[in-house]
């Protein structure tokens, strides 16, 4: 699922959220706000270390995997912080 940056109009800070392309997102996780969100100009995300362009598919799966799972750990963690 894509992911979209977005800045806060109400609170100024800077969230990205995960959403299919067509759905419209207005409610900041941040603040609860309606309304508040606006996206930001993005650009699609790169390869970050030049020397992995030779590393194997799976390798770079595995890499890929490891990030996510981190990346869900840490947004599991910022939600249980909310309630």
Known sequence: MPRYEYVCGACN???VIQH???EVVSKCPECDKESSL????TTFRTQEKPSKRGSKVGETT???IKSSREELRHQKKELQKKR
């Open 13 to 15: 800070k800077d969230v």
């Open 20 to 22: 299919l392309s067509d």
């Open 38 to 41: 606006t996206k930001k100009l």
């Open 62 to 64: 595995e890499d890929f």
